[in-house]
């Protein structure tokens, strides 16, 4: 028997394993990327978690921030994990305090992401928490935003990145780190 074939899959190829791809989602075209079998089965969603937050160990991240919606759910969990402060960044017209904004452009139009003006303390290193890096579009614009609060971004960490469609070209020269790689 082929000693490959008998080991036990790594963490990492489970959670490969785990991610459902939905042709034709949200439009004909898009191969999306289910992540809710992840967050459904503890002991994997804990494993990515506990690795992504390993990274900001390493780097003496102070807060993280996330994007709306399911950036949330792997921040969120990280910050906690880490007990260091969360910042939710949401589309605009959605948190009740003080804001500052960003635009940033979409394949047709424009959109525009929040933070509170206090979220941030000046020079704080900052990672920010994406689910899946695509463009690098929507991260671009979290940086610029936590970068005009004053706070350093010093990482940018994605549960997936679909390397094809040049995400951390777009990011450079921010470091990205992802756990899967597509
Ligand atoms: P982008 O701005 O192009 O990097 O897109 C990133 C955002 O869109 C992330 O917040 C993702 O949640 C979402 N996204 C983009 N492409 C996909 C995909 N193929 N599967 C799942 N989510 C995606």
Redesign the pocket.
Known sequence: MSSTNSEPPTPNCRLRAAIRD?PD?PKPG??????TPVLGNGPLFHEAVRQMAEVCKKEHIAKIAA?E???FIFGAAMASLLEIGFVPIRKKGKLPFRTRGTQ?SLEYGFAEIESHEDAFLPNERVCIV????????????AVRLVLESGADVVLLQ?F?E?SA?N?RA?LAPLPVSSLLQF
């Open positions: 939905i989602f898009i191969g999306f990327k289910d992540i994007v919606a399911r950036g940033y994406d689910d899946v890096l695509a463009t690098g579009g929507t991260a671009s614009a994605c997936i679909l469609l995400g777009a």
